[in-house]
C-alpha cells in the first residue's frame, strides 16, 4: 500500500521527528520554506571524494553563498553532527542527479545510488532567518502562497577552486520599503544563512533581467510598497556544479530543504547531544 501524501500546511507545526519520517517514507515531497521553525535547513551537495577537497575550499572561499555547516565522511550517509538520524540519502524532499552537467533524474530518495565514495556537504539556507522574519511580523509571500521561493542566476563573480567556478545565485522575497533596515537587521544575525542581502531594489545591477521569470522556483508579485531584496542562495555550489560538468553529484531539489536538529540561532552549529539515543 502507498504512504498517504501529506500537505504542507499539515506540517506547519508538526515536530522535526515527526516532518522527517514524512519526508523519509515519501509522503511529502514539496518545498519546505515555512517548515520546521527554530531549527536550522541546510542546502545538500553529494559528490564523488575525488572533487571534496576541491569543493570545500571553494565553500571556505565564497562564504556568503556556501555557509558549510556539515561534511560526513566518505561513503557515510549521516551527517551526525546536525542530527541524531539524518541521512544525505533520504531526508530532502526532492534530489536532483546530475550527469556531465545535465539533469538525469529527478528522485525521493537517492538510497539506491548511494556509493562508497560519496562525501555529502550540508550549507546553510536562507529559510532559517525567514522565520525569523515572520517573527517580526514580516511577511513571507513565497510561504504564504505555498510556492517556492524564486531564485535567480548573477553576474557577482565568485572565487573559483579547482573545477569550482562561475558567479552568485541568489534568492529573493518582496519586502515593504518601511521594512528594509529591519530586514537587513534580522537576517544579518544568521551568517550561517547567508546573513543579510546582497542587494536590494536594484536587480539590473547584479545581471538580472527580469524579476517575473525566476531561474528556479515560483514568481512571486512585488506590490507598490515593495522592493525586491536578494540574497546569497546556497543553489550557487549546484550551479557551480553543472558548470564543472562533473560526471556525477547530487543535489537537493531547489527549495526542498534537508531539515537538521540543529537550533538555527547557534553559530558555529552544535547538535545537543542529551537527546542522543
Known amino acids: 500500500m502507498m504512504n498517504t501524501p501529506i500537505s504542507h500546511e499539515a506540517l506547519r507545526m508538526v515536530d522535526v521527528a515527526t516532518l522527517r519520517d514524512t519526508i523519509r517514507t515519501g509522503r511529502y515531497q ?35 553563498p556556501c555557509p558549510l555547516v556539515g561534511v560526513t565522511d566518505a561513503g557515510v550517509r549521516r551527517f551526525h553532527t546536525l542530527g541524531h538520524d539524518l541521512r544525505a540519502d533520504t531526508d530532502a524532499p526532492g534530489y536532483n542527479v546530475y550527469e556531465n552537467g545535465e539533469l538525469a533524474r529527478q528522485c525521493d530518495n537517492v538510497a539506491a545510488l548511494w556509493r562508497d565514495d560519496f562525501v555529502a556537504f550540508a550549507l546553510g539556507c536562507s529559510f532559517t532567518f525567514e522565520h525569523a522574519l515572520m517573527n517580526a511580523g514580516i511577511a513571507m509571500r513565497h510561504v504564504d502562497e505555498n510556492k517556492t521561493v524564486p531564485m535567480f542566476r548573477t553576474n557577482l563573480p565568485l572565487i573559483a577552486a579547482g573545477p569550482f ?8 522575497r518582496p519586502v515593504r520599503k518601511r521594512d528594509l533596515s529591519e530586514v537587513a537587521e534580522i537576517s544579518a544575525r544568521f551568517p ?32 507598490d510598497e515593495e522592493v525586491p531584496v536578494f540574497w546569497a542562495c546556497g543553489v550557487t555550489p549546484q550551479n557551480v556544479a553543472i558548470a564543472a560538468r562533473l560526471p556525477l553529484f547530487i543535489s537537493h531539489r531547489p ?12 553559530d558555529p552549529p552544535i547538535l545537543d547531544r542529551r537527546r542522543a539515543t
Not at 31 to 51: C, D, K, M, S
Not at 255 to 266: F, H, W
Open 165 to 172: 567556478a562561475g558567479t552568485m545565485v541568489v534568492s529573493m
Open 192 to 223: 550561517l544563512a547567508h546573513g543579510g542581502p546582497v542587494n536590494t531594489g536594484t536587480p539590473s545591477a547584479i545581471g538580472i533581467k527580469d524579476v517575473e521569470k525566476p531561474d528556479w522556483g515560483d514568481a512571486v508579485d512585488i506590490r
Open 30 to 64: 514539496g518545498h519546505t520554506a515555512g517548515l520546521a521553525a527554530g531549527f536550522l535547513q541546510v542546502n545538500l551537495v553529494i559528490l564523488p571524494e575525488r572533487y571534496a577537497r576541491d569543493f570545500l575550499r571553494f565553500c571556505q572561499r565564497n562564504p556568503k
Open 255 to 266: 527549495g526542498a530543504m534537508l531539515i537538521t536538529d540543529v537550533n538555527e540561532r547557534a
